[in-house]
């Protein structure tokens, strides 16, 4: 017998999905730009709703939050949308590992965020537009400085809100709350 797994949500699943993807949109409008690089905490929008929701919700959540953050701003870059797809969807399949504590999933997460969607998704996406004469690797070299440092400050952010927000979900969705771990 083959028997497929539905992915199902519930009602309070789809809401807090829908929560998250208004505090995307918050988080991309709040960015900072100095010169061409932006500084944003989208990340840790992406990857508590990927480790809270779940992998589909946390690629709903960094997906549509870019999709309508770029086309509200005049335009989008497929690639872009879907590494940010990545940011949530990393962290939510992490986040079903058993026996990991949480902090090391979220450090996981982030490393696998910053080598799969910023080193390489989002590089190559940004190159055509922002590496004038400039070959692919030095123009990585370039952005990974100051894109560490965006890493860095959503990962102390993550860690900051994660236990708290741990806690509300415990109490309040025990459907959602299977895989978050508030060791």
């Excluded at 991309?28 to 779940?54: D, E, R, W």
Aim: charged share 10%; hydrophobic share 50%.
């Amino acid at each position: 017998m083959n028997k497929k797994k539905r992915i199902s949500f519930s009602t309070k699943k789809i809401a807090y999905t829908a929560i998250f993807i208004a505090l995307g949109l918050v988080a991309k409008f709040l960015s900072l730009t100095i010169g061409a690089q932006k500084f944003s905490i989208f990340y840790t929008t992406c990857v508590l709703a990927g480790i809270f929701l779940g992998p589909v919700s946390g690629l709903l959540v960094g997906g549509l939050s870019d999709l309508i953050a770029s086309l509200m701003q005049g335009g989008t870059l497929p690639l872009i949308t879907l590494g940010a797809a990545m940011m949530g969807f990393i962290p939510g399949l992490i986040s079903k590992i058993p026996k990991i504590k949480p902090q090391f999933k979220i450090a996981l997460s982030y490393l696998l965020i910053y080598i799969v969607t910023t080193v390489v998704v989002n590089s190559l996406a940004l190159y055509p537009l922002m590496g004038g004469n400039k070959t692919f690797w030095a123009f990585l070299v370039f952005r990974l400085p100051k894109q560490t440092i965006v890493v860095i400050v959503n990962i102390f952010l993550t860690y900051l809100i994660y236990f708290p927000l741990a806690k509300v979900f415990l109490q309040t969705n025990n459907t959602t709350s299977q895989n978050v771990d508030v060791r």
